[in-house]
């Protein structure tokens, strides 16, 4: 049995190097049809989505991104509630090496613009019924509305 330590020195030692990527220790070294989240939805509907369908889809966002300029360094804020689609994002974020700036839904729109001005967020993806806040005076970004037409990339 290891000390604290010493499971802190191994993990650090498989775990903290440069080269680490959240997306790969979270997801892609798992078994692709192995179950990752099961989400419950309030009306109790449940939606299963395996470590394969979330590499997958995580990459095509990742893509997406990337085509918006975003890669290691940029800010990419999420204002979205505990879905699938959430955690998608969170990991195509991390494939790139961007920071990611959770948004709480909670937030009014005066913190939330607070909040992208503060980390200089380039991207934010949103839930269409997050949308509005969004104040029109928070300086020119991208916004990528979660679940949308991949190709509707609005300034807010």
């Given at each position: 049995m290891s000390t604290p330590k010493e499971r802190v020195a191994g993990l650090l030692a498989e775990y903290g190097g440069s080269d680490a990527c959240a997306a790969e220790l979270l997801c892609d070294r798992h078994a692709a049809n192995a179950r990752a989240f099961t989400f419950v939805a309030a009306d109790l509907t449940a939606e299963t989505v395996t470590?394969?369908?979330?590499a997958n889809s995580s990459k095509?966002?990742?893509?997406?991104?990337?085509?918006?300029g975003v890669g290691p360094g940029t800010?990419?804020?999420t204002l979205m509630g505990k879905s699938s689609d959430l955690v998608t994002?969170?990991?195509?974020?991390?494939?790139l090496g961007a920071v990611l700036v959770p948004l709480f839904t909670a937030?009014?729109?005066?913190?939330?613009?607070?909040?992208?001005?503060?980390?200089?967020?380039q991207v934010v993806i949103v839930d269409e019924d997050q949308r509005f806040k969004l104040e029109p005076?928070?300086?020119?970004?991208?916004?990528?509305?979660?679940?949308g037409d991949p190709r509707r990339i609005t300034r807010r």
């Open positions: 470590y394969g369908m979330l095509r966002v990742a893509a997406g991104l990337a085509e918006l800010c990419v804020a994002a969170q990991l195509a974020i991390w494939r937030f009014a729109p005066a913190a939330i613009a607070l909040r992208l001005e503060a980390s200089d967020t005076s928070t300086r020119s970004g991208r916004c990528v509305v979660a679940g």
